[in-house]
């Protein structure tokens, strides 16, 4: 496979659940991240991983929590979530996480409905 | 703060030409990127611009004036493949990237 794949594409979850996002990146990037899509809104940015190192944590709830084991993969560990956290959830990967020039490539994202 | 202003929605005609308009006010400037987007999909790199002037590729264009904090990105000769959402983003002094809402565009034959 090639570029920024995340499993699952849909996921329906009730305010109890505990679930992951999981996403792999084959392109040999150093940095990843984790943004939320809600429609007709900018992209939020949440988590960004450098070298397998948190340096961004926009002030995302608790109930959110990332794990990024190597530097090709990247989780968002989901629990007791709230319906407005119903969003695409996108996963992307760059070369480097400071440089202005910086490409992100994205992933398809994950469909999340919280009911 | 710092924010991206572009267009909602535009609709355009098969073959016409369609120009979409980005501002922004950001903290420093450290290049603007273009990003398409089509439902259900990723979004993906269309284009980068750090100095003044018209980047071309192919059919499509992206125009940068840092004085007025203004990009537009300019499709020729669509085609009904390019209706998507196109977003623009903006790299501040901190090298963080500011997002727009992005402009739906809908193409009609």
Not at chain 1, 6 to 29: A, D, I
Not at chain 1, 64 to 76: K, M, Q, V, Y
Request: charged share 15%; hydrophobic share 35%.
């Amino acid at each position: 496979e090639t570029g920024v794949t995340q499993t699952p594409r849909h996921l329906v979850m009730g305010m109890t659940n505990k679930k992951s996002l999981k996403c792999e990146q084959h392109l040999g990037h150093n940095a990843m991240y984790w943004y939320k899509q809600s429609a007709k809104k900018p992209l939020e940015l949440m988590f960004v991983y450098s070298l397998e190192e948190r340096v961004e944590n926009n002030s995302v709830p608790s109930r959110f929590s990332p794990e990024c084991p190597n530097s090709s993969h990247l989780f968002l560990h989901l629990h007791t979530l709230q319906p407005e956290d119903s969003a695409l959830y996108l996963c992307a990967s760059s070369q480097d996480a400071s440089s202005g020039a910086n490409v992100l490539t994205f992933g398809a994202g994950s469909r999340l409905t919280v009911l | 703060g710092q924010n991206i202003d572009q267009p909602t929605e535009m609709t355009a005609t098969e073959g016409a030409i369609v120009q979409i308009n980005c501002t922004y006010q950001t903290s420093g400037f450290n290049g603007l990127f273009w990003y398409q987007q089509h439902a259900g999909e990723a979004p993906t790199f269309l284009s980068y611009n750090v100095l003044d002037g018209l980047e071309e590729k192919g059919r499509f264009s992206s125009f940068l004036s840092r004085s007025k904090g203004y990009s537009y990105l300019l499709l020729k000769e669509l085609q009904m493949k390019d209706s998507a959402s196109y977003l623009c983003a903006v790299r501040d002094s901190n090298y963080q990237l500011i997002w727009g809402a992005g402009t739906k565009l809908i193409i009609k034959p």
